[in-house]
Structures are given as structure tokens and as C-alpha cells.
């Protein structure tokens, strides 16, 4: 109640200040009276200050929402999504590090943030994680603030619709057929998406030798040969495939896996290694001319940069509501383009975080294809758990939101029934 008495006070003070300057300017003509009334005043951006920060879980907390309140009523949301659990007092630790300070000073309130843990940072993992969420809730304050969507503060756009691939999820339904990579390629060329992704580590595989060395029998590969080769047979060659192995393997699995799938015109193999060895998968990059893609699980433009100097992938792709938030995904698109590497975002977060991370790819040159998920179109949680525009959703792309801030919000109502037990909702 006291911040809506505050911000009618601002609203009040803005009208007066817009009134008074129209009846001083209204000798210099009707366009540029109209330039003033067409303003509107969302807040008085110098007087801002944050409030409180809120957060709350699902997903076995491995989604984090939070909301940040601010003096004026304009309230900011962000996701946070992986290392998330468990982070209920990091978040707080977060909110008196940055209460009463203005929002609008997104980047100084990053590195204030980024800098709190230990001196100048090397930070990464669940701390990273809920920072990401923190800032992205500052860019959504900003836009809101400001009259603006994020993208124009990200710099402004160079597309206005973002390309996605569909991630088939079909990992979850343990070792499918080569047939069932067909029907699903095919499902999601029929929802007019041109490009696909697949799931290539099966723990159960009959023919896995031991479930720890993660070497690939040449029957498993010629599994996973059989699996692509049935997506590619049924989409044609005209739409993109591309495969995960979640960095299961070792090296000369790696490479084999590579060799084989080359004739399937792959958009990329994605992490068949684990990601933290450059020189390891420059290796395996340097072996093959399918594409090799990595980095989901990397932090910050700092964790980028050893990739891109060993040229150890062919392209990045940062999740960008666990790297480091909205500003940081953009250097890290800048420095991935000072090596000509296309940044294609791994993305597991609800709508909030796609439409976050599609601003991020509207604003770099070097932006690819975006991730989305079929259990959008599945599971109606998905719908319940945010306030979002049908419309943004248009042949395979997301259509940018020209709505100040991000453009989606969480919808609290509709999130409690999915709380994960025992963790704050809203607190
Ligand atoms: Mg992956």
C-alpha cells in the first residue's frame, strides 16, 4: 500500500510536469505537442529504488523466479534456471546488497553483485545463477521504467524475429526407435519449426559396455548413426538437425561420433565431451566437419574465453538464465564474434527466460538459433506459471515483444501449485 500511495505521488507529479510543459511549448506546433502528449510517464527513473527482492522455486528448484519491487510499483522479473536450489538465502544476501540503490544502473549493480562473494570474482555455479535472474529482473525494471522493451536498451535490434530449434525431450522416453527420431523430427517440421534437436546419451543402452567410462560400443554408435539418419530421412535435407551427449563421452568417442554423423549434414554435435578441457575438444573439432558446439554449462565472458582462443568449437551456446544474465550474454556474443563463432543459446527456462534471452538475440550480430522446448506445447504448467502474448509464438520463431521490459511476466497465482515443497514461494 505505501508504494502504490508513492507512485501515484510520482504519476501526479509527472501529469503536473507534462501539463505545465505543454502549455509552454504549445506556440512551436501540433507535431511536436503530440511528441509530448504520446509520452508516457512511467516513473520518475532518477528517483527509483529497490525494495525487497522475492523469489520462488519449482521445478524441484531447478527453476528460481524472482521479482524485484522497487519504490514506484514497477516490479522486475527474472529466471534463473539449474544451480538453483537451495539459493532461498543467497537471494536475500543478493537484496541488502543492492536495496535502495536505483535499478536503471544495471551493470554497476552486476558487478557490485559479482564482486560481493570473493574480491574480484572468478565466481561461477549456483552464485552465477542467481545473479542471472537478479539481473535480468533489472533489465525488466529498466524497459518498464523507461517506456522501453529490453532489446532497445540492449542496444536495439537486428532482427525482429528470433529462429528456434525444437528440443525433442525424447531422451525421456528411454532408447527410441529410429522411427520415433522420424515422427518427432517430423512433429516438430509440422509445427513449422525448421530445425531439431535430439538426445544421443541412452544410459540404458543394451550395448553400453561399462555405465562410467562412457566409451561408445560401435553398436551404440551405430545407434546413434541410425537414430540421425531416420531424423534426416524424414525432414529432408532442407532443415536442420543437430544432437547432445550432454558430455557423457571421452575423446575418441567423440571423434568417432563426429566422423560417422558427417554425412548427415549435421547443424552441430553438442558437448561430447564434458566442456572444461579446450585443447581436448579442439581435438575432436579439429578431426570432423560436422560442427561442434559447447558451453551450457560455462559462466561468465570469462569461462567463454578459453573456447574461443584454443578454437576448441565451432559454435557457443551460453545459457543465458545461468551465465551471468542479459548484459553478460551480450559481451559474451561480442567476444564470440571477434572469432567468428555464431552464438546459439541453450535455453531450459520457461517462457519469461525465452523471451529474456530472445532480447539478448535480437541485439548481437552473431545470434543463430535459439532452444525451445517441446514441453511448451506439452505441459500446460508452462502456460499457467507466466502472463504471456500467444501471438509471440509464429512459425518456429519468437516474435520480440515490443512491451516495456522483458515483455513476459510470472504469474504467481498460477506458479504456487507447482512450488517445490519445503522451498520459499514468494518470500
Ligand atoms: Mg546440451
Not at 527456462?349 to 506445447?377: R, T
Request: charged share 20%.
Amino acid at each position: 500500500m505505501k508504494n502504490t500511495a508513492s507512485r501515484r505521488k510520482f504519476l501526479a507529479q509527472a501529469t503536473l510536469g507534462s501539463t505545465l510543459g505543454l502549455s509552454a511549448i504549445s506556440s512551436f506546433g501540433q507535431g511536436y505537442e503530440a511528441t509530448f502528449k504520446d509520452k508516457v510517464l512511467h516513473s520518475s527513473p532518477s528517483d527509483l529504488k529497490i525494495t525487497d527482492i522475492k523469489c520462488g522455486y519449482i521445478r524441484g528448484g531447478h527453476s528460481l523466479f524472482v521479482k524485484i519491487y522497487t519504490n514506484q510499483d514497477i516490479v522486475g522479473h527474472g529466471e534463473g534456471v539449474d544451480a538453483t536450489p537451495g539459493t532461498y538465502h543467497l537471494v536475500k544476501m543478493f537484496a541488502q546488497r543492492i536495496k535502495d540503490k536505483n535499478p536503471l544502473n544495471v551493470h554497476r549493480l552486476f558487478e557490485d553483485i559479482r564482486r560481493a562473494g570473493f574480491f574480484e570474482g572468478a565466481q561461477s555455479g549456483m552464485y552465477i545463477a542467481v545473479l542471472s535472474a537478479v539481473e535480468t529482473a533489472l533489465w525488466d525494471i529498466a524497459g518498464k521504467a523507461l517506456n522501453v522493451p529490453v532489446y532497445q536498451l540492449l542496444g536495439g535490434k537486428f532482427r525482429d524475429r528470433i529462429r528456434l530449434y525444437m528440443d525433442t525431450a525424447l531422451y525421456q522416453s528411454r532408447l527410441p526407435k529410429p522411427e520415433e527420431f522420424a515422427a518427432s523430427a517430423k512433429e516438430a517440421v509440422d509445427m513449422r519449426f525448421t530445425a531439431v534437436k535430439f538426445d544421443l546419451d541412452q544410459a540404458n543402452d543394451p550395448n553400453k559396455y561399462d555405465r562410467y567410462n562412457w566409451t561408445a560400443s560401435p553398436a551404440e554408435i551405430q545407434r546413434m548413426y541410425d537414430q540421425m539418419a531416420a531424423a534426416r530421412a524424414a525432414v529432408g535435407p532442407n532443415i536442420d538437425i543437430c544432437a547432445d551427449m550432454h558430455g557423457r563421452y571421452d575423446a575418441p568417442t567423440g571423434e568417432r561420433v563426429a566422423k560417422v554423423l558427417e554425412p548427415l549434414n549435421m547443424m552441430w554435435l553438442e558437448e561430447p565431451i564434458p566442456a572444461e578441457n579446450p585443447e581436448a575438444y579442439k581435438r575432436i573439432t579439429n578431426s570432423t566437419s560436422t560442427p561442434i558446439c559447447a558451453g551450457e554449462n560455462h559462466y561468465l565472458a570469462l569461462g567463454f574465453r578459453p573456447l574461443l582462443e584454443n578454437g576448441a568449437v565451432d559454435i557457443i551456446m551460453p545459457d543465458l538464465q545461468k551465465a551471468g544474465g542479459l548484459g553478460e550474454a551480450q559481451r559474451i556474443a561480442n567476444l564470440a564474434n571477434l572469432y567468428y563463432v555464431p552464438f546459439a543459446p541453450h535455453m531450459v527456462a520457461s517462457f519469461l527466460g525465452a523471451m529474456a534471452s530472445a532480447h539478448v538475440c535480437a541485439s548481437v550480430p552473431n545470434f543463430m538459433i535459439l532452444e525451445w522446448q517441446i514441453y511448451f506445447h506439452k505441459n500446460p504448467m508452462f502456460k499457467e506459471i507466466v502472463n504471456y502474448d500467444e501471438t509471440q509464438i509464429e512459425k518456429g520463431h519468437i516474435v520480440l515483444s515490443e512491451k516495456p521490459g522483458i515483455g513476459v511476466e510470472i504469474n504467481e497465482e498460477g506458479m504456487k501449485k507447482y512450488a517445490t515443497p519445503d522451498m520459499p514461494f514468494f518470500e
